[in-house]
């Protein structure tokens, strides 16, 4: 039996390549497909509406979160306030780095201080929360569910990168035209925001030895504030002060929940 020859190939042969061309372009599409991937998502994969749906599911099975405030949570895209090389992990019950040394709270912590807030004398009668000072705007992701659920909502960070990137965050996402845009100032968030008050509701992303006078003064009478402070050797704890007012008298209810782990609240600005 002959062997077949190899030699001269045949035109067909030649036409038909048997292993994949160089392609000096292929660089470029490579680099194009990585661009698009590092691209901030589009909502159609792991930050769609389906899997922001299935984070607050699985909050709702823990049976201990306020409806209207998961249902904020089910409105604001969170991937939109983490790098987009995070926004894999952002419906995951997780804090994020966001830069300059900080984090975005996980979505439980969101729920539980919101619906704390929300289990208020005041706001109960209100449906809302009401005017709203929030300390810690951070990426600006809590402010943006905050005012789904209130009528006004002041927001101050002390850390100027982290003040723009969440004035750059809330205008890119489009709130609904009945909620109030936040009022994000950069200032010193423990002397609280005196022109905006006072407030219903109070609302801290950092925790310090105990609560701020100034807070407490901004407090209208009815409202209720939230806080992570410091309990002795026990680290600290989410702290509930209530303003309760009964006879012309002023006086402030303050009870201690769950042990939280927050960044420190400090003076100043950076």
């Known amino acids: 039996m002959s062997t ?3 030699f001269p190939a045949s035109l067909r042969s030649a036409a038909t390549p ?9 660089h470029l599409r490579q680099a194009t497909a990585d661009a698009a991937r590092l691209a ?3 909502g159609t994969g792991l930050d769609s509406g389906a899997v922001r749906e299935r984070m607050v599911s699985r909050l709702r099975a823990e049976g201990r979160f306020d409806e209207r405030v998961l249902a904020a949570m089910a409105a604001v895209p969170r991937h939109e306030f983490v790098d987009s090389a ?3 992990q952002a419906y995951e019950d997780t804090a994020l780095p966001i830069g ?3 984090t975005i709270s996980k979505p439980s912590v969101v729920g539980h201080m919101l619906g704390l807030l929300f289990a208020g004398a005041g706001a109960r009668q209100r449906g809302s929360l009401g005017r709203v000072l929030e300390i810690g705007t951070g990426c600006g992701y809590q402010a943006a569910v905050i005012a789904l659920l209130a009528r006004q909502v002041t927001s101050i ?5 982290l003040h723009d990137k969440a ?3 809330l205008q890119r996402i489009a709130l609904p035209r009945s909620h109030p845009v936040p009022r994000l100032v950069w200032g010193d968030g423990r002397i609280g925001h005196s022109a905006s008050g006072p407030f219903d509701s109070i609302v801290a992303a950092a925790g310090g030895e105990d609560i701020p006078r100034a807070w407490m003064d901004q407090l209208a009478p009815g409202g209720r504030l939230v806080a992570p402070t410091a309990a002795g050797g026990r680290g600290q704890v ?3 002060l209530d303003h309760v007012v009964e006879a012309g008298v002023s006086r402030w209810v303050r009870s201690e929940h769950e042990a939280v782990l927050f960044v420190p609240l400090k003076s100043g600005v950076v």
Do not use: W
Request: charged share 30%.
């Open 4 to 6: 077949p020859k190899r």
């Open 18 to 26: 048997q292993r994949e061309l160089l392609m000096p372009q292929r």
């Open 40 to 42: 901030r998502p589009s």
């Open 86 to 88: 995070l926004a894999a």
């Open 100 to 102: 300059h040394g900080q």
């Open 157 to 161: 960070e002390r850390l100027q990168g």
């Open 167 to 169: 004035k750059a965050n």
């Open 238 to 240: 989410l702290v509930v």
